[in-house]
């Protein structure tokens, strides 16, 4: 089992910049891929950024590239998402995932554990 503990969230006028964090325990051999997706009611669910462990090799939405800057510290089993130059429709719950496996990160279906989400609220 895995543990994913997300930090960070809040309110942030547009321009402004937010970094989410996310915590694992656990299992940690389950957490080679871990990535950022986010939702707003009554939409599903879509991604935003991914790291692997091995290669630290990275994946971005089109929409968040050259924004958002997903990282990971392996000694601490934590990925990060930095994100700047926010926008009103970045507003969304943000949630972290991990999976076993670097192939496809793009897909939810990889993932197999998620943590609880966090808000992210830009005004503008």
């Known amino acids: 089992q895995v543990q994913l503990v997300e930090s960070g969230g809040g309110l942030v006028q547009a321009g402004g910049s937010l970094r989410l964090s996310c915590a694992a325990s656990?299992?940690?051999?389950?957490?080679?891929?871990m990535g950022w997706f986010r939702q707003n009611p009554g939409k599903e669910r879509e991604f935003v950024a991914a790291?692997?462990?091995?290669?630290?090799?990275?994946a971005y939405a089109g929409s968040v590239k050259g924004r958002f800057t997903i990282s990971r510290d392996n000694a601490k089993n934590t990925v990060y998402l930095q994100m700047n130059s926010l926008k009103p429709e970045d507003t969304a719950v943000y949630y972290c995932?991990?999976?076993?496996?670097?192939?496809?990160?793009?897909?939810?279906?990889?993932?197999?554990?998620w943590g609880q989400g966090t808000q992210v609220t830009v005004s503008s």
């Open positions: 656990g299992r940690t051999s389950s957490t080679y891929a």
């Open positions: 995932a991990a999976g076993p496996t670097g192939w496809g990160v793009r897909s939810q279906n990889v993932y197999d554990y």
């Open positions: 790291i692997n462990r091995g290669d630290g090799s990275t």
